[in-house]
């Protein structure tokens, strides 16, 4: 996971869901039932921290990542798209987990100009 100042950018890899509603893309950045036994874990803790920081408002950029192995835990990354990162809009939850809206793909170098 990447920060740019204060704003959370996220991680996506390629193993997570991804849903479609009303012709628009959302993206899974949570996933509870993964985490259901580890309610000390760190990393699930600031996850949540991020999912509220967009509730309230922060914008959220997601860089997408191809993980070396889905299973592992932790996950370490392979690759990710350098060149892109994309948008993040509308905040939803279906059935317990929460996605966000794809709304733009971003040239990376533009947010890290900014």
Same mark, same amino acid.
């Given at each position: 996971?990447?920060?740019?100042?204060?704003?959370?950018?996220?991680?996506? !890899?390629?193993?997570?869901?991804?849903?479609?509603?009303?012709?628009?893309?959302? %993206?899974?950045?949570?996933?509870?039932?993964?985490?259901?036994?580890?309610?000390?874990?760190?990393?699930?803790?600031?996850?949540?921290?991020?999912?509220?920081?967009?509730?309230?408002?922060?914008?959220?950029?997601? +860089? %997408?990542? !191809?993980?070396?192995?889905?299973?592992?835990?932790?996950?370490?990354?392979?690759?990710?798209?350098?060149?892109?990162?994309?948008?993040?809009?509308? !905040?939803?939850?279906?059935?317990?987990?929460?996605?966000?809206?794809?709304?733009?793909?971003?040239?990376?170098?533009? +947010?890290?100009?900014?």
């Amino acid at each position: 996971m990447l920060w740019g100042e204060g704003v959370p950018i996220w991680d996506y !890899l390629v193993s997570h869901r991804k849903i479609l509603e009303e012709g628009k893309m959302f %993206m899974m950045i949570t996933h509870h039932e993964k985490y259901i036994d580890q309610p000390e874990n760190l990393g699930w803790n600031e996850r949540l921290s991020h999912v509220e920081q967009i509730r309230i408002g922060a914008k959220c950029l997601m +860089v %997408m990542c !191809l993980a070396d192995d889905v299973e592992a835990s932790p996950r370490t990354i392979k690759s990710f798209n350098e060149r892109d990162v994309f948008e993040g809009g509308r !905040l939803v939850e279906r059935e317990g987990d929460f996605y966000v809206e794809v709304v733009d793909r971003v040239p990376a170098a533009t +947010v890290i100009e900014n």
